[in-house]
């Protein structure tokens, strides 16, 4: 009955130790599932993000884009994780960015420009300095609500005189005053006016020709935008913007910059998008790594940590002395650990000297005194002595005690 009961009990205590292993596991993957769902209930509904090449509102670029490839121009984003201009690219759109250009990129693009490439800068927007001292134009701080847009010179051949503009978006307008090679070719008019004075003109787009290029600068309100290009006619100022660019070439977003790191705004196609660029993969990032670091801490990862070889610290005589003495005692046979330890010296002695160790101790001390170099008087007395004891009977407590001398012995020789 004692034995029926001892069983069970252990069986229970196997059943407790399982459930305790993987309960720690179940209530991580517990946690991780309450994370998912919180931050799947608490996460807001995307806001359109604008120049969005793929987005249908008004504030994005999905107009231009599709009507770009109609015409038969390569379309391409440079989204890679550096600023890159591709080599074959005609014609590059900069649009008010998320991340500011470094003033090596506004040279690097400055260059390009000069070598032959179009650029259409939107803006650009305050925080990009690099840009402005690479080109020299800059956003006027005030707002305009003028909605008239004139055109000035005879650059826009294909277009009408006049453009209206949102009524309720204010605009800002182009400060060319540090580029003086830039011509203005829209304009804000007031709608008592019908002209105005080349100091009183409220530029919102103009052409500024560097090297063998030419850089089309528009204000944020004239940007080619879903809304723009339905409602008030903008296309009509692109085939100006094309005269430079052959058909079939290619034309460049900086996706870039105008998403920056992030990557807000870009269409999720694949599961490292939706692990990087929303909330919900943030959170299982976070979840993932909570938990390995959690396994990495308690061994789990790779099993029990073992200490290295270098790390493990080499059992003294002593230590196999007392472990061995318990089993012996209990045998009464301590004469056997007393002939191992003799024979343990003798053995190391004969190694060092060249010398037999399977001879009896009289003949192996007359061995090893004429060895050369031999022992000193008292290290052969201490020999003698220490063989002399292992032959008669020991207690436990002068075995220890001799193990320890015979290790001191060996290593003072």
Do not use: C
Request: net charge negative; no cysteine; charged share 25%.
């Amino acid at each position: 009955m004692s034995e029926q009961l001892l069983s069970m009990r252990g069986r229970f205590s196997a059943i407790l130790q399982q459930g305790r292993v993987w309960t720690t596991p179940l209530a991580i993957a517990a946690l991780f599932a309450l994370m998912i769902l919180v931050a799947l209930a608490t996460t807001p509904p995307p806001e359109p993000v604008p120049y969005d090449l793929d987005a249908t509102h008004a504030d994005g670029l999905l107009a231009l884009r599709l009507w770009l490839e109609a015409l038969g121009y390569d379309v391409r984003r440079n989204d890679g994780l550096r600023f890159t201009i591709p080599g074959e690219a005609q014609l590059l759109f900069v649009y008010p960015n998320q991340l500011a250009y470094t003033a090596e990129e506004a040279e690097r693009l400055r260059r390009w420009v000069e070598a032959g490439g179009t650029l259409a800068l939107i803006g650009p927007g305050p925080d990009d300095r690099a840009l402005v001292e690479a080109f020299g134009v800059a956003l006027n701080p005030e707002l305009r609500y003028e909605r008239r847009m004139a055109q000035l010179l005879p650059l826009l051949p294909e277009g009408r005189p006049v453009y209206e503009s949102d009524w309720f978006s204010p605009i800002q307008t182009l400060d060319l005053s540090e580029a003086p090679q830039a011509t203005p070719v829209l304009a804000l008019l007031a709608a008592s006016e019908e002209t105005a004075s080349i100091d009183d003109l409220k530029v919102v787009v103009a052409v500024q020709a560097l090297g063998e290029g030419v850089v089309w600068h528009f204000a944020p309100g004239v940007d080619f935008t879903n809304r723009n290009l339905r409602e008030f006619a903008q296309g009509e100022l692109a085939p100006a913007l094309l005269r430079t660019t052959p058909e079939g070439s290619v034309v460049v977003f900086d996706s870039y910059h105008l998403f920056g790191f992030s990557r807000v705004g870009e269409r999720i196609a694949t599961l490292q998008d939706w692990l990087y660029r929303t909330p919900t993969g943030w959170a299982t990032l976070f979840g993932l790594v909570i938990t390995g670091v959690f396994w990495a801490l308690s061994g789990r990862r790779l099993g029990p940590p073992l200490a290295s070889a270098e790390e493990m610290r080499r059992r003294e005589a002593a230590e196999y002395v007392r472990a061995m003495a318990n089993l012996y005692r209990r045998a009464q046979r301590r004469d056997a650990l007393s002939q191992h330890h003799a024979h343990r010296l003798k053995v190391a002695l004969a190694r060092r000297f060249g010398v037999r160790a399977d001879l009896p101790d009289e003949e192996f001390l007359e061995a090893l005194a004429s060895a050369s170099p031999p022992l000193s008087e008292a290290q052969l007395g201490a020999v003698r002595e220490m063989l002399r004891k292992f032959s008669g009977r020991l207690n436990e407590r002068e075995l220890v005690e001799l193990a320890g001398d015979v290790d001191a012995l060996l290593e003072s020789i």
